[in-house]
């Protein structure tokens, strides 16, 4: 199996910064497009992130030019970078990945953490 793990979560004011981090262990040969959900109390779970096995990103439109997707193939390791914090960020932050597995010849499986609370106050 393939377990997705969430860090970096915490409370912060208003214009300020945290990075999430999401690692991939268990069974895992290597992440191919992954992305970061978002889901805020009474609403949908959002795309905020996402990027591709060759490293294009997408972002939606309430956070970009503040938050960055990244990732590290090496270590099968996924961040998203947020800046300039606003209240409306508040949320339980989710890693999404499409993996490969090492114990498998073929095929791709997507997989999700288990979420990370962001709380921004003014």
């Known amino acids: 199996q393939v377990q997705l793990v969430e860090s970096g979560g915490g409370m912060v004011q208003a214009g300020g910064s945290l990075r999430l981090s999401c690692a991939a262990s268990?069974?895992?040969?290597?992440?191919?497009?992954a992305g970061w959900y978002r889901q805020a109390p009474g609403k949908q779970r959002e795309l905020v992130a996402a990027?591709?096995?060759?490293?294009?990103?997408n972002y939606a439109d309430s956070v970009k030019g503040r938050f960055a997707i990244s990732r590290d193939n090496a270590k099968n390791m996924v961040y998203l970078q947020m800046n300039s914090l606003k209240v409306e960020d508040t949320a339980v932050y989710y890693c999404?990945?499409?993996?490969?597995?090492?114990?498998?010849?073929?095929?791709?499986?997507?997989?999700w953490g288990q979420g990370t609370q962001v709380t921004v106050s003014l």
């Open positions: 999404n990945a499409d993996a490969t597995r090492a114990d498998l010849h073929f095929g791709t499986f997507n997989y």
């Open positions: 268990g069974n895992i040969r290597s992440i191919n497009a």
């Open positions: 990027i591709t096995s060759g490293g294009s990103r």
